[in-house]
């Protein structure tokens, strides 16, 4: 699901669950610095787009990139909104890019041929036609919507 906003449905359902112990803002950054691998495969017109980035190793080192980017550009970008949403600490960050690099590993898993997620582990997909890419595009939504509702229902609690 390379550059689609599905898998931001499951980091809505994290936040609900996570509450100030998440930021989706890292959450999605993350997602994007997981395809750059992807996009520039394609642009080079490689057979293999999802390499080293998609692995359980690969997905370590994006989310401690995401991490020292993410908080100081999330911190820095909602004090200067005016938002007044508080800073986060260094473990939220760490959680929400790990977060989100493993679990755009696992939802790509699911329906890409071309991943080796455990590696360096194991070699292969085991995840592959788990669940088809419909169920797996419905699922992203459902939990999209689920989430979505959830945290706005404690935002107008604690408003």
């Not at 359902?13 to 890292?26: D, N, W, Y």
């Not at 004090?79 to 986060?88: A, E, L």
């Amino acid at each position: 699901m390379p550059f689609t906003p599905f898998h931001l449905g499951p980091g809505a359902f994290f936040k609900a669950i996570g509450g100030e112990r998440l930021s989706f803002m890292i959450f999605g950054g993350s997602q994007n610095l997981m395809d750059v691998e992807p996009l520039a495969r394609m642009i080079r017109g490689d057979a293999v787009l999802h390499g080293m980035s998609h692995t359980i190793a690969g997905a370590f080192v994006v989310a401690l990139v995401s991490t020292a980017v993410g908080r100081p550009v999330r911190n820095a970008a909602l004090h200067n909104s005016g938002i007044g949403d508080h800073p986060i600490g260094w473990r939220v960050a760490l959680a929400s890019a790990f977060v989100g690099t493993y679990s755009h590993i696992g939802l790509d898993a699911v329906m890409h041929a071309d991943k080796n997620p455990l590696w360096p582990i194991a070699y292969g997909n085991g995840l592959l036609g788990v669940i088809s890419a419909k169920a797996l595009h419905i699922l992203c939504v459902v939990s999209g919507l689920l989430g979505g509702g959830f945290v706005a229902l404690r935002a107008v609690r604690n408003a």
